[in-house]
């Protein structure tokens, strides 16, 4: 049977399985790669404080650790909750009034430097660097992931059939395009902000789409173009 039977909320290109089986696998999947990345970066930067001497190699190799171990821990909860949990340091950001996106983004990058930076400062050997450089691509790879994931579930849900099918807001768009198009604002929006009950809107100023992101909805939020386009957005969403 195609698509389960319902060809409006699902897509099966290939005929192997409905994309709502990805889609509910997709925390589980995110989580782990978090997990590893955060648990890699802590034992890489652990080491490397092991073998360190002085002040200032040591304190970014702890500050490493802690930040790899908040990944890893974030990346469990993930998966035990099933819903995307952002790690604490970015909690941290958000709290600031730093958009999710962001602040998903800086913690990566941080990430990544003391990953890097921490083996920069001291050379200890090639196996060290190796396993300094793994955590960084890790952590960056699986943020990419969640953004995919995320679009997948929006584009899965109402508004495709609403603002694709019905209202015709995306001309010619198949439910991929409309995907791929909702992953490429998330990963590099015009704006963004912090909404109402744990929601984060997104504008982008080419296509003139609004994207709301909606972690305790069933289909992860929607996307739509709002004919009031960027006054909508700076006025009315809230």
């Known amino acids: 049977m195609y698509a389960n039977g319902d060809p409006i909320n699902f897509n099966d290109p290939d005929g192997r399985c409905a994309s709502a089986v990805f889609k509910a696998s997709g925390p589980t999947i995110f989580g782990t790669m978090q997990a590893y990345g955060g648990y890699a970066a802590a034992g890489s930067a652990a080491a490397l404080a092991a073998v360190s001497t002085g002040v200032l190699v040591p304190a970014a190799a702890i500050g490493g650790v802690v930040l790899g171990m908040d990944q890893c821990v974030a990346g469990i909860r993930t998966v035990w909750s099933g819903n995307y949990i952002d790690s604490g340091f970015s ?13 998903n983004w800086t913690d990566s990058a941080v990430s990544m430097v003391c990953s890097m ?22 952590s960056v790879s699986a943020l990419l992931l969640k953004n995919k994931l995320i679009a997948e579930k929006i584009s899965g849900g109402h508004s495709y059939a609403k603002h694709v099918i019905l209202q015709k807001e995306f001309p010619g768009f198949s439910r991929r395009q409309f995907e791929s198009h909702i992953r490429n604002i998330l990963n590099n929006p015009s704006e ?8 984060t809107g997104y504008w982008d100023e080419i296509s003139e789409t609004v994207i709301v992101r909606n972690p305790f909805a069933k289909d992860g939020g929607t996307a739509f173009r709002p004919t009031t386009k960027k006054e909508f957005y700076d006025g009315s969403l809230k």
């Open 91 to 103: 909690q941290i950001l958000q709290s600031t009034g730093m958009s999710s996106v962001y602040a």
């Open 117 to 138: 930076g921490t083996t920069a400062l001291k050379h200890v050997g090639k196996e060290v660097v190796t396993q300094a450089s793994r955590p960084a691509t890790s």
């Open 192 to 199: 963004m902000k912090n909404l109402s009950k744990g929601r």
